[in-house]
């Protein structure tokens, strides 16, 4: 059961331009929304992450808005760069069950130069 | 500073050979401790996660086993490799707040 629902699967934008990710989860236990940049070969990094009790965080080009009622949280990346380029993944976490982490599927972004 | 190590880089088995993977944490005590394994161009699946020495919790029944002997050692194997054990093996650590950090991963191709 894929709990945790991310689209699109892939995107391109210009540079200069805005990346969107949505994501969508079912377990309302989930209580840590983060976000990771993978580049090829490389293990995901942490990029952002938010709790359910804020409905928007921000740290530099990078912003999640969470909607804790609809059970989504996006990813916005603002002035998209082609240093970007990367698959993002969003996940859901449950700290009372271990910390364990349900991924989304990943959205691969390509940003043109 | 926490690091987190993984070997090998890189490894190519034959069908039916033996597995072991290894995955060490730098800096910090009494971690959890998390295997992932990730297709080619697919998401994380957890396979397995330890909150402590010898406490393993598994959560997808496979042809895979993993160990904790040490605090910070997690250690994941399998007796005979299948060609669907093939993918990108990663590794990650908590320190019991939310924040879960991935090493680079084991890429295992299973010929």
Known sequence: ?113 | SQTIHQWPATLVQPVGSPLSLECTVEGTSNPNLYWYRQAAGRGLQLLFYSVGIGQISSEVPQNLSASRPQDRQFILSSKKLLLSDSGFYLCAWNRGGYEQYFGPGTRLTVT
């Open chain 1, 1 to 113: 059961q894929q709990q945790v629902k991310q689209s699109p699967q892939s995107l391109i934008v210009q540079k200069g331009g805005i990346s969107i990710i949505n994501c969508a989860y079912e377990n309302t236990a989930f209580d840590y929304f983060p976000w990771y940049q993978q580049f090829p070969g490389k293990g995901p990094a942490l990029l952002i992450a938010i709790r359910p009790d804020v409905s928007e965080k921000k740290e530099g080009r990078f912003t999640i808005s969470f909607n804790k009622s609809a059970k989504q949280f996006s990813l916005h990346i603002m002035d998209s760069q082609p240093g970007d380029s990367a698959t993002y993944f969003c996940a859901a976490q449950d700290k009372a069950a271990g910390n364990k982490l349900t991924f989304g599927g990943g959205t691969r972004v390509l940003v043109k130069p």
